[in-house]
């Protein structure tokens, strides 16, 4: 059974520093991994898609590793924004079927100006 | 305008109302799911459909009947509902259903429901 977990839950930072985010998964046969971002009260914006293949993926200030064998994922936010408080949410497949994503819990950012 | 759009975002019902929720994709998607989100717990998978067809009811309780009229449609009907059904309803779509084709999940905004 596919279970995730993130550390930490709840994450403050001051403005313009770098951070990682850590998300960890226990059945390393997966496809992809995929990283959102949620506003409170809103739904899940897609950050990064990893596919099993692939090490890493970069889009702006963000890039997301992999390393499946492992069974780890990191985040990491360059130059840290307000703008980027959100909760960050990780999510892997379940099983070799469907898109039956199992999410992790998530860690709260705040970042303060 | 977002990809997949939810209606109402918000909604209060009684016990022995019937409501329904709405979600549209505008994405060309062929896989539609519906998630539920309650406060400190991670997101759980309600329904997933495919072409219409539905190929995953996640052990959800009868008082929830899923739609899905056409592959850019999905509904969500409530009746008898109870308090702890309270959450936040996110629908989602991807472009297919198999893992190595299906790229990202694409959500909407959300319907925030509350059973009184």
């Known amino acids: 059974k596919q279970e995730v977990t993130q550390i930490p839950a709840a994450l403050s930072v001051p403005e313009g520093e770098n951070l990682v985010l850590n998300c960890s998964f226990t059945?390393?046969?997966?496809?992809?991994l995929q990283w959102f971002r949620q506003d409170p009260g809103k739904g899940l914006t897609s950050l990064l898609l990893?596919?099993?293949?692939?090490r890493e993926q970069t889009s702006g200030r963000l890039n997301a590793s992999l390393d499946k064998s492992s069974g780890r994922s990191t985040l990491y936010i360059a130059a840290s924004q307000p703008g980027d408080s959100a909760t960050y949410l990780c999510?892997?497949?379940?099983?070799?079927?469907?898109?039956?994503?199992?999410f992790g819990p998530g860690t709260r950012l705040s970042v303060l100006p | 305008e977002t990809g997949v759009t939810q209606t109402p975002r918000h909604l209060v019902m009684g016990m022995t109302n019937k409501k329904s929720l709405k979600c549209e994709q505008h994405?060309?998607?062929?896989?539609m799911y519906w998630y539920k989100q309650s406060a400190k717990k991670p997101l759980e998978l309600m329904f997933v459909?495919?072409?219409?067809?539905?190929?995953e009811n996640n052990s959800v309780p009868s008082r929830f009947s899923p739609e899905c009229p056409n592959s850019s449609h999905l509904f969500l009907h409530l009746h008898t509902l109870q308090p702890e059904d309270s959450a936040l309803y996110l629908c989602?779509?991807?472009?297919?259903?198999?893992?190595?084709?299906?790229?990202?999940?694409?959500f909407g905004e959300g319907s925030r429901l509350t059973v009184l």
């Open positions: 989602a779509s991807s472009r297919e259903l198999r893992l190595e084709r299906t790229g990202e999940l694409f």
């Open positions: 059945d390393s046969a997966i496809y992809n």
């Open positions: 990893i596919q099993s293949s692939q």
């Open positions: 999510a892997v497949p379940r099983e070799n079927y469907g898109q039956n994503f199992v």
């Open positions: 994405l060309g998607h062929n896989a």
């Open positions: 459909y495919s072409l219409e067809e539905r190929v």
